[in-house]
C-alpha cells in the first residue's frame, strides 16, 4: 500500500505501521516490523481481551463487585468506576461520569489475579499472547501502560479483534458496543467530549470531534492510542485494522499526523 510509506516522513526516530484485512492478511507495512516499542494504553486492549477470556472462562462476572463501592468490573473496565487518573482515590460515583483511569485497570487486572489465581502479567501471556503467536509481547509494567510488543504481533492481534478465535463474537461484538453511553468525560490528549464513548476497555470512535483516528474512520471504529505514541484501531465498516507504533510521546506531531493517515490508508482501500 503506497499510503503507509508516508511513515518514513514522521517526525520520528523509528516508526512501524501494518494495515491488516479482516481476513488476517497484511495489506501494507513499513518501517521495523520486529522493533519492540512501549505501548502505554494500547497495553489496555490486551488487558481488556485477557479480562474477556477471564469472563468467558467463568473466572470473573461483569457485574461482580469490584473497585470502589458499587463498582463492578464492568465499571472498571469502561472507565466508569469513579476512580482517579492514576489514584486509586474515589471522584465520582460508579456509572455517573466517563473517568478514564489507569488506577482502574489496576484494580481490574487485580480482580483476575485474585480470581484465577494467576499473576496477571502470566494470564495475560497464556490467554492471549501465546494463543496468537505474539512471541515478543508482554506485560513489563502495569496493566493499564506496561506493555511491550511489535507491530507484527499486534497485527496478529488486528487480526484476532476481527475474527475472533479465543473469545465468541458475541463477546467481543459485547466489548465493542457502548456501554453505559451518553456519559460525558475527557478523551485524554483531545478534551472534553459530550458523549465520551466507550465499550469494554476499548475506546468507540462514534462522532468524538477532535479524534485521533479519521475524517472519515466509521462511527464504529474502536481501539486505542498510546501516550507513548502508539496506536491500534479497527473499521469493522472498511473491513480493516491499522496498528502504528513510534518512539516519540504523543503530542501535536501525532495529532495532526494521525487522522491524516488513517484517512489516506482508507481511501487507498
Known amino acids: 500500500m503506497e499510503s503507509v510509506r508516508a511513515v518514513a516522513d514522521w517526525p520520528v526516530d523509528h516508526a512501524a505501521v501494518a494495515v491488516v484485512s479482516a481476513g488476517g492478511e497484511v495489506l501494507g507495512a513499513e518501517g521495523p516490523q520486529a522493533r519492540e516499542f512501549k505501548l502505554a494504553s494500547v497495553t489496555k486492549l ?15 462476572e461483569w457485574d461482580q463487585p469490584a473497585g470502589p463501592e458499587g463498582s463492578t468490573v464492568r465499571h472498571l473496565i469502561a472507565h466508569t468506576s469513579g476512580l482517579a487518573f492514576d489514584e486509586h482515590k474515589v471522584m465520582a460515583k460508579p456509572g455517573t461520569r466517563r473517568m478514564y483511569s489507569n488506577a482502574g485497570f489496576e484494580v481490574l487486572a487485580d480482580t483476575v489475579h485474585g480470581a484465577s489465581g494467576i499473576p496477571f502479567a502470566e494470564y495475560l501471556t497464556e490467554a492471549v499472547l501465546a494463543p496468537l503467536g505474539m512471541e515478543s509481547s508482554r506485560l513489563a509494567g502495569t496493566a493499564g501502560a506496561g506493555g511491550v510488543s511489535t ?12 475474527a475472533p478465535t479465543l473469545v465468541s463474537e458475541t463477546t467481543l461484538d459485547e466489548a465493542t458496543t457502548v456501554a453505559f453511553p451518553e456519559l460525558s468525560g475527557v478523551l485524554p490528549g483531545y478534551g472534553y467530549q459530550k458523549d465520551n464513548d466507550w465499550g469494554l476497555g476499548f475506546e468507540i470512535r462514534d462522532h468524538k470531534s477532535p479524534h485521533w483516528t479519521g ?8 481501539g486505542h492510542f498510546g501516550q507513548s505514541g502508539t496506536f491500534l484501531w479497527v473499521d469493522p465498516d ?32
Do not use: H, K
Not at 46 to 57: N, P
Not at 151 to 162: H, I, S
Open 238 to 269: 472498511a473491513g480493516v485494522a491499522c496498528v502504528a507504533l513510534a518512539d516519540r510521546a504523543f503530542g501535536q506531531w501525532a495529532i495532526d499526523t494521525w487522522p491524516a493517515f488513517t484517512d489516506a490508508v482508507l481511501a487507498e482501500l
Open 215 to 222: 475524517r472519515n474512520s466509521s462511527p464504529r471504529t474502536f
Open 46 to 60: 490486551l488487558t481488556a481481551y485477557a479480562t474477556l477470556v477471564a469472563v468467558e472462562e467463568g473466572a470473573v
Open 151 to 162: 507491530c507484527a504481533d499486534l497485527a496478529r492481534f488486528a487480526a484476532e479483534l476481527q
